[in-house]
């Protein structure tokens, strides 16, 4: 299948600092990526989609000032965690269909940890 | 309307047995349904996908059975093994939007 790449795998900062994570689709081009965060025993709440080209959507009580995405090309979607608190410490991945067998391909995620 | 139900919360199989995930949902809207396998701190993994106009789907050990007037969907996994522990998601997506509606997981220990 479709290979997804995520980076960094994990990341320790401190509070009020701002952490980029990188999510690449390496053999596949996409137009749409996903970003999900994912607590310990739960499941994937989807957070917003990135669009290339313009803006993302977020979903229903996601902070699009907090949570900053930008996809700047057909293979490289990044979310930025702005002013970043303990609570935002979560589990991110991020998604990209792939057009040409219309499968979605997820990230190994990264490990946001805020001290 | 959003929701897909996923049950159990957790399985646990003896090695060689046959493990059973089922889900529902109520949007007769949605026509991709995906299973993920989810190892601890790992991302998902797409394991095998059905769409509604197939009623069953089998990939080695893996099978989708899909009932659509039931609005009802299944993982088997047959002859399971130790390797297979895991967490398992289903989720289902609207015709074209790609956005996926995971149900809450099932979490499968298989015994030796």
């Known amino acids: 299948g479709a290979v997804v790449s995520q980076h960094p795998s994990r990341v320790i900062c401190k509070s009020g600092t701002s952490v980029k994570i990188e999510c690449r689709s390496l053999?596949?081009?996409?137009?749409?990526m996903f970003w999900y965060r994912q607590f310990p025993k739960q499941s994937l709440m989807l957070m917003a989609t990135s669009n290339e080209g313009s803006k993302a959507t977020y979903e229903q009580g996601v902070e699009k000032d907090k949570f900053l995405i930008n996809h700047a090309s057909l293979t490289l979607s990044t979310l930025t965690v702005t002013s970043a608190h303990p609570e935002d410490s979560s589990f991110y991945i991020c998604?990209?269909?792939?057009?040409?067998?219309?499968?979605?391909?997820f990230g190994p995620g990264t490990r946001l940890t805020v001290t | 309307q959003q929701q897909v139900k996923q049950s159990p919360q957790s399985l646990i199989v003896q090695k060689g047995g046959i493990s059973i995930i089922n889900c529902a949902y109520e949007n007769t809207a949605f026509d991709y349904f995906p299973w993920y396998q989810q190892f601890p701190g790992k991302g998902p993994a797409l394991l095998i996908a059905i769409r509604p106009d197939v009623s069953e789907k089998k990939e080695g050990r893996f099978t989708i059975s899909f009932n659509k007037s039931a609005k009802q969907f299944s993982l088997h996994i047959m002859d399971s093994q130790p390797g297979d522990s895991a967490t398992y998601f289903c989720a289902a997506s609207l015709y074209n939007t790609d956005k996926l509606i995971f149900g809450t997981g099932t979490r499968l220990q298989v015994f030796p």
């Open positions: 053999d596949f081009q996409a137009t749409t």
């Open positions: 998604s990209a269909p792939d057009f040409s067998s219309y499968e979605q391909y």
